[in-house]
């Protein structure tokens, strides 16, 4: 079962000893979708596009839009699941610190 663990910004999903996660960052009624871990044994399986769906669905339920600057998110993920494009939003990592 995937928690969402709102004090640390954080999806979890326990998969045995192990533990994947989706890192994100928030700001008004954008969340930064900057980070996701697999374990390396669970790698290649639906545990990583398992938690990115509950991180959607819930960003949609809660009418959030989605910075997603993890590579994978932007690319692969939003690749294989374009139903979740129409809560992108384009722009570059909101939270960094302009040099």
Same mark, same amino acid.
Request: proline share 6%.
């Given at each position: 079962?995937?928690?969402?663990?709102?004090?640390?910004?954080?999806?979890?999903?326990?998969?045995?000893?192990?533990?994947?996660? !989706?890192?994100? /960052?928030?700001?008004?009624?954008?969340?930064?979708? +900057? %980070?996701?871990?697999t374990?390396? $044994?669970?790698?290649?399986g639906?545990?990583?596009?398992?938690? !990115?769906?509950? /991180?959607?669905?819930?960003?949609?339920?809660?009418? +959030? %839009?989605?910075?997603?600057?993890? $590579?994978?998110?932007?690319g692969?993920?939003?690749?294989?699941?374009?139903?979740?494009?129409?809560?992108?939003?384009?722009?570059?990592?909101?939270?960094?610190?302009?040099?």
């Open positions: 079962m995937i928690e969402h663990d709102k004090s640390h910004h954080r999806f979890v999903l326990q998969c045995g000893k192990y533990e994947a996660a !989706l890192m994100y /960052a928030v700001k008004g009624d954008i969340l930064d979708f +900057y %980070h996701i871990y374990p390396d $044994p669970f790698r290649g639906d545990v990583s596009s398992s938690i !990115l769906k509950h /991180a959607f669905d819930y960003a949609r339920d809660n009418g +959030y %839009h989605v910075v997603p600057s993890c $590579p994978y998110i932007a692969t993920f939003l690749e294989r699941f374009p139903e979740y494009k129409d809560l992108v939003d384009d722009g570059e990592f909101p939270f960094a610190e302009k040099v």
